[in-house]
């Protein structure tokens, strides 16, 4: 019996993951239709208007297209990759506990574009500015690759884009019991400081751009808390 359950469960993994795969070429298909779109518009912002593209090998254009189709269905891939993930652990929830987790998916992909937003028109900018009034304080010449460009701009963007999933994660760390409103109080301090020197490490070295990046960060760890303490007091109330 439990040879059959286990296969069972191997199974809806299988069925699971063939889904996902699908999708994920299929992604892949419209993000190898659509880069071409993508580039054209990071190249008219005026983050990368004034900059030339340059390439140093024959293969940086096609690699920089493939990264850009690629990470299109890594992106609209993750929701559907969450679902199938609850959809596989569905039948060992509750009711309650199926209806209350399922917003997390939406919540989470919202989340993250919404980082990436942030992390490109407000972070990026300003290191742009800093990085290039550098090279103008030394007489370096100016000649950017594509790929470096690029490079230096998912580092920026993609670790601003997880910090702000920071909500949902403390939603469901409250909703397993290993975090509390009061623990997370008393972690404050420690919180702070920790996200100054985030935000201090992916900002230029100025007051004007730490205060930028850092208290929407601060912003996002209350906004934490805050919704840690109403499914506490929801989790309290239901338990009483």
Same mark, same amino acid.
């Given at each position: 019996?439990?040879?059959?359950?286990?296969? /069972?469960?191997?199974?809806?993994?299988?069925?699971?993951? =063939?889904?996902?795969?699908? $999708?994920?070429?299929?992604?892949?298909?419209?993000?190898?239709? =659509?880069?071409?779109?993508?580039?054209?518009?990071?190249?008219?912002? &005026?983050?990368?208007? !004034?900059?030339?593209?340059?390439? @140093?090998?024959?293969? !940086?254009?096609?690699?920089?297209?493939?990264?850009?189709?690629?990470? @299109?269905?890594?992106? +609209?891939?993750? &929701?559907?990759?969450?679902?199938?993930? $609850?959809?596989? =652990? *569905? &039948?060992?929830?509750?009711?309650?506990?199926?209806?209350?987790?399922?917003?997390?998916? &939406?919540?989470?992909?919202?989340?993250?574009?919404?980082?990436?937003?942030?992390?490109? $028109?407000?972070?990026?900018?300003?290191?742009?500015? +800093?990085?290039?009034?550098?090279?103008?304080?030394?007489?370096?010449?100016?000649?950017? /690759?594509? !790929? *470096?460009?690029?490079?230096?701009? @998912?580092?920026?963007?993609?670790?601003?884009?997880?910090? +702000?999933?920071?909500?949902?994660?403390?939603? +469901?760390?409250?909703?397993?019991?290993?975090?509390?409103?009061?623990?997370?109080?008393?972690? *404050?301090?420690?919180?702070?400081?920790?996200?100054?020197?985030? /935000?201090?490490?992916?900002?230029?070295? !100025?007051?004007?751009?730490?205060?930028?990046?850092? =208290?929407?960060?601060?912003?996002? @760890?209350?906004?934490?808390?805050?919704?840690?303490? *109403?499914? $506490?007091?929801?989790?309290?109330?239901?338990?009483?």
């Amino acid at each position: 019996m439990e040879q059959e359950e286990w296969i /069972g469960h191997l199974s809806e993994v299988r069925k699971r993951l =063939v889904i996902v795969a699908g $999708w994920f070429l299929g992604m892949l298909c419209i993000g190898l239709y =659509v880069s071409p779109a993508i580039l054209r518009f990071i190249k008219s912002q &005026p983050n990368a208007h !004034d900059i030339q593209w340059n390439v @140093f090998a024959f293969t !940086d254009g096609l690699l920089i297209y493939m990264k850009c189709a690629l990470l @299109f269905s890594l992106l +609209f891939t993750v &929701p559907v990759l969450l679902y199938q993930v $609850w959809v596989f =652990v *569905r &039948p060992g929830l509750t009711e309650h506990e199926a209806k209350s987790t399922l917003p997390y998916i &939406p919540a989470a992909f919202l989340l993250f574009l919404s980082g990436v937003a942030f992390s490109y $028109w407000v972070v990026f900018p300003m290191m742009l500015r +800093f990085m290039k009034q550098m090279n103008k304080t030394v007489g370096a010449v100016e000649t950017y /690759g594509i !790929d *470096r460009y690029f490079s230096f701009l @998912f580092e920026l963007v993609f670790p601003m884009a997880i910090a +702000f999933e920071l909500p949902v994660i403390v939603l +469901f760390l409250t909703k397993i019991g290993i975090v509390t409103p009061s623990s997370l109080k008393m972690a *404050r301090k420690y919180a702070y400081l920790t996200l100054a020197i985030i /935000g201090s490490c992916i900002s230029p070295p !100025d007051m004007v751009s730490h205060l930028s990046v850092t =208290v929407p960060l601060i912003l996002l @760890f209350e906004i934490s808390v805050f919704i840690s303490g *109403r499914q $506490w007091r929801a989790m309290q109330e239901r338990s009483a």
